[in-house]
Every structure is written in C-alpha cells, then in structure tokens.
C-alpha cells in the first residue's frame, strides 16, 4: 500500500507542472496554442479532479471552446481547420466538454445548456459509439442540474432523438443506460399527458426497447425502468398509447414487461417498488386482457423460462397482500388517527383501486377458463387461485362490516370493495354466505362519493342477487333482511322516465329476471313484506312500456304485472298515493299486448323471453 501510495504521490506532483504549461498554451493569444493546451489537458487532467478542471475552464474560455465545437460540425472556423481535421476538432471538444460537465456548477452554466442544440445536432450524424457515449454523458449531466437544460433538451427535440437511438443501442452499454436515465429526467420535469399528445410514435418506439430492457436488467437501474413504465402507462391520458401498443405486429415486448414484473414480485423489494409492479400489471391487463397473465410467448433473449401460471400466482398473492395491508390502514386513517391526512388517505385508496382491479381481472380469468375443457392452468393452481379469493373476500368483507359498524356508508373506497365482492360472488354465490347474509342490505345501501343514490352498488351486486333469487332460500334472505326494498327501488330507478339505464338491454333482462324469481316464490317464505315497494314497480313498468314494441320486455313486464296482481286487488291498489285509475288501464294494456305477442306464432314456434328459470 505503501508504495501505491508512493506512486499516486509522484504522479500528482509531475501532472502539476504539466497542468501549469497546459494552462499558459490555454491562455496563449493563437488558435494553435489554445489546441496544444486542449490536447496535453486530456493527458494529464484527471477527469475526477474537480479543482483542475475549474481550472482549465476558466483558463480556455467559453467562446474559444464554442468556436471550436462550430468547426468541427463544419459551421465555423478555427485555424488550421480543413476538412482534414474537423473530425478531430470534434472528438477532441466533446471530450473535453463531457470533462467540464462533471463539475455542477459548469454543467448548470448558461453556456452548456445553450450548447444542447449543438450537441443533438452532432448526435443525428455521428455514429461513433465513443463520441455518442460522451454526448448523452454531456445532456444528462447538463439536464440534471438544470430545469433550463431539461426544457431546452426537450424543446430541441431531445426525446425524438432518444426513441431513435433507442432501440440499436448495444444491451448494458453504458450510452444505453445514459439514454434511459435522460429519459427518466425528461420524464419527471415533462408531463407524460403532454409528451403523448406531441410524440405518441416516439413515445410508443421506446416502451419496446424499455421494456426489454426491464426484463433484463438485474441491478438497480431495473426499478428506474419500472418507474419510467409506471408513469408511461398508467397516465390518466395514455388510451392513444396503449392502442398504438396493442396495434404492434410483434408483442414481445409485453413478454418482456410481464417477466421484469415477475422479478420483482419474486423478490423482497421495498413496498413503492412492489406497488409500482402492481401498477404496471393492472396497465397491461387493462390494455391486453387478463389473459396476458398466462399466454406463452417464445422470447428466446430472456434466458430464463416460468410457467404459464407463475405470474397468475404472484400477480394475484402479491395484490391479496396489498389489499389487506392497505384496507388496514385505511380503517386507520378513517377511524383511528388523532389526525387526518387527506393526502396519504387519496394515494391509498387510488392503489386500491389498483389492486382491487387486478383480483376482479383475475376473477374473470378464473371464471373464462372454468368454462374451457382444454384450460392451460392446473388444477393446482386453480385451487390456489379460488382459495385465495375466498380469503380476499373475507377481508374486504370485514373491512365492510368495519364501515358499517363506524356507520359510514358513503365513499369510493366502500364502493370498489362492494365491486369486488359483487364481481366474485356472481361467479361464486356461496362463497362467505353467512358474512353476506348479515351485510347485504348494508352493502346495497352504499353510495360513491358522487353519488346521491346507492345506484351502482345494487347494480355491482345483481349478478349475485339474481343467482340467488333462483331458490327459495334465497329469495327468504332478500326477504327477511329487508334487501328486497333495495332491488325493487333498483329496478323502479332502472326504468324511471329520467333514466337512459333502460336502454342497456343486460341490465334490464338481469333485474327483470330477479324481480321475477322473486315474486314466484314469494308464496313459499312466510316473511311479511313492505306491497308499497310493489305498487311503486307497478307504477315503473307503465313509464318503461309506454314507449317501447319489444316483445321480450313486454312479456317481461307483463309477468311482473301480474305476478303482483295476484296478490293484491284493484281496491288495494287504489289506496296508494300515485295510482289510479287511468294506471291501472295502462297496466291493463300491458297485459293485452302481452297476450297478443303470445298469440303471434313466429318460425320456430312462439316468442321465448329469456328467464333466469324454467317456470
């Protein structure tokens, strides 16, 4: 160490002479002189001796090295420039500027930013991959100590620049990781909306190369990329992107994506990362369908190979944690903390909505493929998968049961959670029975934040109501837990005059079919019900009829009409507010059109309306 220590000494003592000459050439009065300075300054400047480098720059002066870097792109003239030796010029400026742009406080100078222009000017004609190492090393280094040089790096048509070099830069070259990280800072000055609108071609060429080199990367640049991907596709404004990405002829690249997620989520890394992870995923998924979690896809880079439904289990595990977590600490903030924090409580609920997002993708995975014969998932697997849910559902569930308890019922947050329950259990209406049961009329009375009516949580959880409507147990709990009132007041909302809901033909047809499970078993549970919540559905069918010739919606309504009729009479409904007498012979119109339809005899035999049941 001793004689290292020696050498390193001796060494430094002879540049300093040097150094001193290098600083006269520098100050000499020729062209000649400044250019022998510059050429003994690169052999015996350390590029790390910040001091010396203050030095050479102050000594060499800002118009001479401009001059310099103007002759050698052909726009100027320094002596003894021809053609010859331009290229010379050139390298030998670029060096020197990359050399200056290590000190913070050059690299922040009006003169280097005003340089960037020039600089991305070279860029476009010089293929030397050593002069282009030391451009970008110049723009980022510039870029990141000043706001000005980001914007002028932007304004000059940096990132149009970039998305070309991109995709040909060499795998873990440093120039490519230079590229990405001056992508990153263009990124986190300029926002992502607006970067779209103005470069969505060159914008959509670079998530390809990103992509890969997600997938690739095993050091900490790999989080750098999950961040860039993070903020590309999960912009509020990114529809015009994601199409132009699903529009690709080769779709690698979303192989690329899925394997860099799977890295992160199979490894500990900090809870930002994993989110992002999440985020990331719940991108794609939206853009390519929930069947990117399992399709196979040959990409023989990667070097490493999973099984079609690793992803599926690490996607779904990671968001079962993130969900418990976060509803846990929502239930803080909202009940709990001495004091509120509107932001923290808003950047929770918007990764909730993330997470909730990914288990309902997956829930209609799980749901396409139970249907399918030839399914590409184990049975393994999908019993992990269906167990997981069930457990997912039981904390959303408690979470609800939590909101209730505190008497909330209104808020975006309980309104996913009631999506999420309502998307599961329509495919799995048995799944927490007894929890359900206890919380179902609380669960249909809860409302969004802009919302001035429990609307879309009934419409979350028909699917499941409707399924339960088809046995007679069921129809007893709608019954005695009073939810029925929530449905009817569903149905009567779904066809009011105001309501443009009645042209959605589905949800017509699923809560007609609910209302009609449930007024034919009505004689079998012995359960006294509110018959003002039906005089108003009544009322309902003669606003949805009036205007409409479709044979399937006026058997439907006729069958209600009379399922209704059959338990009451025309002097019982005529002491009801809002019915009369001209009501009830729109009703009976109803019901004669109704009988005309069935007398109408059509090929194939007579008109089959659609119901949940055989009746």
């Known amino acids: 160490m001793e004689v290292v220590e020696k050498e390193r000494k001796e060494e430094q003592q002879t540049r300093v002479p040097m150094l001193e000459d290098c600083l006269k050439l520098l100050r000499g009065e020729t062209d000649e002189k400044r250019l022998a300075g510059l050429l003994l300054v690169t052999r015996c400047c350390d590029k790390n001796d910040q001091h010396s480098i203050v030095k050479v720059y102050d000594a060499i002066g800002v118009r001479f090295l401009h001059r310099l870097l103007r002759t050698g792109v052909g726009k100027g003239n320094i002596a003894d420039s021809g053609s010859d030796n331009r290229d010379a010029y050139l390298h030998l400026c670029i060096t ?32 030397s991959s050593s002069i282009l190492e030391e451009c970008y090393e110049i723009l980022f280094l510039t870029s990141s100590v000043s706001d000005k040089g980001v914007a002028t790096l932007y304004e000059s048509g940096g990132l149009r620049l970039i998305s070309i070099h991109l995709p040909s830069l060499p795998d873990g070259s440093q120039v490519l990781e230079l590229s990405l990280r001056l992508l990153q800072l263009i ?11 103005r470069h969505l071609p060159e914008l959509a060429t670079m998530v390809v190369p990103i992509a890969r080199q997600f997938a690739l990367f095993q050091n900490a640049l790999k989080f750098d990329l999950l961040q860039l991907l993070c903020v590309i596709l999960s912009s509020d404004h990114s529809v015009p992107l994601k199409n132009a990405l699903r529009a690709m002829s080769d779709n690698k ?53 999973f099984q079609s439904e690793r992803c599926l289990l690490l996607v779904l595990e990671s968001a079962r944690v993130e969900i418990a977590v976060l509803l846990n600490e929502l239930a803080y903030l909202k009940y709990e ?35 399918d014969e030839e399914s590409i998932i184990s049975e393994g697997t999908f019993t992990k998968v269906i167990s997981g849910l069930n457990e997912t559902v039981e904390v959303v569930l408690e979470y609800l049961k939590d909101a209730k308890d505190h008497g909330q019922k209104k808020g975006d947050d309980l309104l996913a959670s009631v999506r999420l ?73 779904l066809m009011s005059k105001d309501s ?116």
């Open 96 to 127: 020197v500027l990359a050399a200056f742009c290590r000190v913070p406080e050059i690299a922040a100078s009006e003169d280097m930013v005003s340089k960037i222009p020039l600089i991305l000017e070279i860029m476009e004609k010089e293929s």
């Open 187 to 197: 990124l986190s000055k300029v926002s992502v909306d607006v970067i779209i609108s």
């Open 253 to 305: 690249w979303s192989a690329y994506v899925r394997a860099g997620i799977m890295d992160i989520l199979q490894n500990r890394v900090a809870a930002e990362q994993k989110i992002q992870a999440l985020i990331v995923a719940e991108a794609m998924l939206a853009m390519l369908g929930e069947g990117w979690l399992i399709v196979q896809l040959d990409v023989p880079d990667l070097n490493k190979s």
């Open 337 to 371: 903390a001495a004091s509120s924090n509107p932001e923290a409580f808003l950047l929770k609920r918007r990764n909730l909505a993330i997470v909730f997002s990914l288990v309902e993708n997956i829930i209609k995975l799980i749901s396409n493929l139970s249907e």
């Open 421 to 493: 329950v309502g998307s599961y259990l329509a495919e799995a209406p048995l799944a927490s029975k007894e929890k359900v049961e206890e919380l179902l009329a609380y669960l249909l009375s809860i409302e969004g934040e802009n919302e001035f009516s429990p609307f879309l949580s009934r419409s979350f959880l028909l699917p499941m109501i409707c399924q339960a409507t088809m046995t007679t147990e069921g129809v007893k709990m709608l019954a005695s837990s009073g939810a029925y009132k929530a449905v009817m007041e569903y149905f009567v909302h």
């Open 500 to 615: 443009r809901l009645s042209e959605n033909s589905d949800s017509v047809l699923l809560i007609c079919d609910t209302v009609i499970n449930f007024l034919l078993k009505r004689e079998h549970i012995k359960v006294q019900l509110d018959e003002a919540v039906f005089v108003q559905v009544l009322k309902a069918l003669t606003y949805w009829t009036e205007g409409t010739s479709d044979s399937t919606y006026i058997m439907m309504a006729s069958s209600i009409c009379s399922l209704i009729f059959d338990n009451t009479s025309e002097k019982a409904l005529l002491t009801y507010p809002g019915i009369d007498i001209s009501i009830l012979h729109k009703l009976s119109q109803l019901i004669a059109r109704s009988l005309v339809v069935c007398a109408q005899v059509i090929p194939g035999g007579l008109i089959d309306f659609p119901l949940s049941e055989k009746r």
